[in-house]
């Protein structure tokens, strides 16, 4: 059984973007699709059986495991809903990307995506949790990346089941043998994936949450610091 916490997670360098757990030698890898989908239905606690190394890329967003979910149902446990919540602010930044958290009564996440690319120029999104549906604003948008990046993944062994159909290719002339769902569905999905890795705190955050060009490797580095301040401040 492998904890989903963030003492589990494996160093970024041997889990090149995407989100892996480990204990004693055992990986379950690209599993921030799967949390954000649990965050979605609001469920936070569950035991997940995975017959593989890792979790199905299925569309390469979380709208399949979100509808599994749905179906499956959920049951209501004698306990109370454990919530967590900042005394002050937190901050972590590396190179142009950065995260600023700031307390609040709610989460809500702001997300600035800005690349060198034509297809990946300012988008800015908008997520709080009890506002918008995450079903049908966020679980939808699929994982992303340049043609030189994929080619680059497949040389090095990575992204075997990554296809045009489960992932949004970028090229020259704009996204390969696909259509977008959203404009913006590139900053769309980096919300998404900040929600599954939040899912490492182990119970639902309440804060403000300011993202600029971030990814895998700075969401772990603050749920790493999140969890060393909520654990001072208990």
Known sequence: TIPVKSVQVVDESQSVRRTTLMKDGVQVQTVEHFMAALWG????????????????GLDGSS??????????GTVEQPALRRFLS???????????????VFP??????SYLLSYDHPLL??????????????????????????KEE?????????????????????????????????????????ILDLLGDLYL??????ARVMA?????????????KLGQALEQWK
């Open 86 to 100: 900042l005394r002050e602010p937190i901050l972590v930044e590396e190179g142009g990307s950065s995260i600023a």
């Open 150 to 190: 994929a080619e680059a993944l497949r040389a090095a062994g990575f992204g075997k089941g990554a296809t045009f159909e489960n992932t949004l290719v970028l090229g020259e002339r704009g996204v390969v043998n696909n259509t977008l769902r959203f404009e913006d569905e590139f900053a769309r999905h980096k």
């Open 201 to 206: 705190l182990g119970a639902p955050l309440r």
């Open 41 to 56: 239905m609001g469920i936070d606690n569950v035991y997940a059986e995975v017959s593989g190394s890792e979790m199905p």
């Open 121 to 146: 120029k300012a988008q800015f999104v908008t997520y709080t949790q009890n506002g918008v549906s995450f079903e049908e604003t966020i679980a939808p948008a699929r994982t992303f990346c340049l």
């Open 63 to 72: 709208a399949p495991l979100f509808q599994q979910l749905k179906v499956a």
């Open 104 to 109: 609040d009564r709610v989460l809500s996440i």
């Open 212 to 224: 600029v060009r971030s990814g895998h490797r700075l969401n772990v580095r603050l749920i790493k």
